[in-house]
């Protein structure tokens, strides 16, 4: 697999309920229980429980010659480790303390520590030179480290998985090698590591570092599910729904999962609240009961966790009255807006149509912002609002009027089949590509079926 492939290793991958994604979600926050993205990676401070950090102690010498035990008087500054200095000094102790330390997680937090002083230490220094080759040094000690605990003696489990990601996406310097990454993420899986069984299973079902075997990724997300890890709950209800990876469909066992995965949900993992909402949207599914007013509350959840695909489903709900809530502008233009902050298409989309009629007393109109919005949407290749561009220019609005441009933009639509713009053009050719008086959309067009809906 080419080094251009390596995404799949970015994040653990739950099925999305809109168009399907390279695995952008993640199964967990933190590289210690499995982070889900591996060019995300945080140096987490040493852990005040482990006993190299006990500054304070009072340490015992003994005399040669006698029984008599003297006590050390010197004070030291108490550390703050929840926030450690970067500092030479502090890594030359630290490296000091370590060094008899039987515990493989205490040496794990300090390849982590060393990582993030890599990036943290002389940031204000004049002299930049020296600092980058010390800086290198680091993270060479680092990746010694964590190579020793992955590989010698009894391998420790998050050293296995740590070392695989900076396999499976060029971390540290590392050559990407994806069949490496994944002999890690299997033998840190043989361990119960639930991040890794997670990742065996992506690997498996797309054929990264080994050949796509669907029958044992399905395995591999069962396993990671039931150690607890909520991507793979999400996913393997996915796959029990719709009967993926040669698995027969199973309904009941699927809705177990997606709520045990909801039940867990956090901002990394939003994607089951999501797949229930529409599931308890839908009168037809057949799986649990039609509840509009539930399948709402789920949508909201997963909206204030941050999940785009539902933050604009909020916005559908109180731009038009669905799912038993009010006609609200004002909730849905705040809905719209969040989802289109992060780059949604169809919420930019939506936020233009806004823009273009405004709301009295909730938001101001103005051309500018619905062409702005509208474009950013068409840069995404969404053949509505690549239309919505071209109907803007047509009419010159936000945007000096300009037919060429607007055919431009009408063509792009065409091409992947929007029968509107297939249909202007045909009208603009019939008519010379002589500019028509074309009237301003009302809101209620917008709503209906203007050029933004």
């Known amino acids: 697999m080419p080094a251009s492939q390596s995404a799949p290793y970015l994040g653990p991958g739950p099925y999305q309920p809109g168009p399907p994604g390279a695995y952008p979600g993640g199964s967990q926050a933190s590289l210690v229980r499995g982070p889900s993205n591996a060019s995300s990676f945080q140096a987490v401070p040493p852990s005040q429980d482990d006993g190299d950090f006990e500054m304070n102690r009072p340490r015992l010498q003994r005399s040669e010659t006698t029984a008599s035990v003297s006590l050390r008087t010197q004070k030291t500054k108490a550390i703050d480790l929840s926030a450690p200095p970067y500092t030479k000094e502090y890594i030359d102790q630290y490296r000091q303390r370590i060094k008899d330390d039987p515990d493989p997680e205490a040496h794990f937090q300090y390849a982590k520590y060393l990582i993030d002083a890599a990036k943290k230490i002389g940031q204000d220094a004049k002299e930049q030179r020296g600092l980058r080759k010390y800086r290198d040094s680091l993270i060479a000690e680092s990746l010694k480290v964590i190579r020793r605990l992955a590989t010698q003696g009894q391998p420790y489990d998050e050293a296995q998985f740590f070392l695989a990601n900076c396999h499976g996406t060029g971390m540290l310097g590392l050559q990407v090698d994806h069949e490496r990454a994944y002999h890690l ?17 992506v690997c498996n079902e797309i054929g990264a570092g080994t050949k796509p075997d669907p029958q044992r990724a399905a395995a591999f997300y069962r396993k990671a599910a039931s150690l607890g890890d909520t991507a793979a709950m999400y996913k393997l209800g996915v796959i029990l729904l719709r009967g993926l ?5 199973n309904p009941r066992e699927a809705i177990g999962w997606l709520r045990r995965a909801a039940e867990q949900a956090d901002e990394e993992n939003p994607h089951a609240l999501h797949e229930l909402a529409m599931l308890y949207e839908n009168p037809t599914s057949g799986v649990v009961p039609h509840d509009p007013a539930y399948a709402k509350d789920l949508y909201a959840r997963a909206g204030h966790l941050g999940y785009t695909h539902s933050q604009f489903k909020l916005g559908q709900c109180y731009e038009y009255g669905t799912l038993a809530c009010p006609v609200d502008p004002r909730r849905s233009i705040a809905w719209y807006t969040k989802a289109a902050e992060k780059g949604h298409s169809e919420a930019e989309l939506a936020l233009s149509g806004w823009y273009l009629t405004g709301s009295e007393g909730v938001l101001k109109q103005s051309d500018s912002e619905a062409y702005l919005w509208a474009r950013r949407a068409a840069n995404k290749g969404l053949s509505k ?30 091409a992947q089949g929007n029968k509107r713009a297939m249909n202007r053009l045909t009208e603009m050719k019939r008519n010379g590509n002589k500019r028509q008086n074309m009237a301003r959309p009302t809101r209620q067009d917008a709503k209906d079926e203007c050029v933004i809906v």
């Open 385 to 414: 609002a690549e239309y919505a561009v071209g109907y803007y220019a047509e009419v010159g609005i936000g945007v000096k009027q300009d037919i060429e441009f607007a055919k431009r933009w009408y063509m792009r639509a065409a």
């Open 185 to 201: 993420y299997l033998q840190a899986a043989k361990q119960n590591h639930a991040a890794a069984c997670y990742r065996v299973a």
């Open 245 to 249: 990876l040669k698995q027969q469909p």
